[in-house]
């Protein structure tokens, strides 16, 4: 049974930082993908970082790229999102995904959305 659990949004300033956490219950020895996506109101999901475990290789999208860092804690099982300097327009709903079943890391290289076939329920983050 396969569970992401977030945790860790809030409402922060403009500028100040904020750490989100997704614990994951896999028990699969294989590659795959995990991520963090958001979405606002009224707009498309987004993608924001994503993780692949075989190389672990860490991907991070342009619109956050050098505020936002990806990591992963193997014994935790828990992939955090580690947000700097954070701006109004940050403001949505995030979430934790995995894609289990490709393998591929090009897929997640691109943030394949397809492939992101398991979610958490979300956490909210709000920059005002």
């Known amino acids: 049974h396969v569970q992401l659990v977030e945790s860790g949004g809030g409402s922060v300033q403009t500028g100040g930082s904020l750490r989100l956490s997704c614990e994951i219950s896999?028990?699969?020895?294989?590659?795959?993908?995990v991520g963090w996506f958001r979405q606002a109101p009224g707009k498309e999901r987004e993608a924001v970082a994503a993780?692949?475990?075989?190389?672990?290789?860490?991907y991070v999208a342009d619109s956050v790229k050098g505020r936002f860092t990806i990591s992963r804690d193997n014994a935790k099982e828990t992939l955090y999102l580690q947000m700097n300097n954070l701006k109004p327009e940050d403001t949505a709903m995030y979430y934790c995904?995995?894609?289990?079943?490709?393998?591929?890391?090009?897929?997640?290289?691109?943030?394949?959305?397809?492939?992101?076939?398991?979610w958490g329920q979300g956490t909210q983050v709000t920059v005002s």
């Open positions: 993780h692949y475990t075989g190389t672990a290789t860490t």
């Open positions: 995904a995995a894609d289990l079943d490709s393998g591929s890391k090009r897929q997640c290289s691109i943030f394949f959305l397809p492939g992101f076939t398991y």
């Open positions: 896999l028990y699969i020895y294989s590659s795959y993908c």
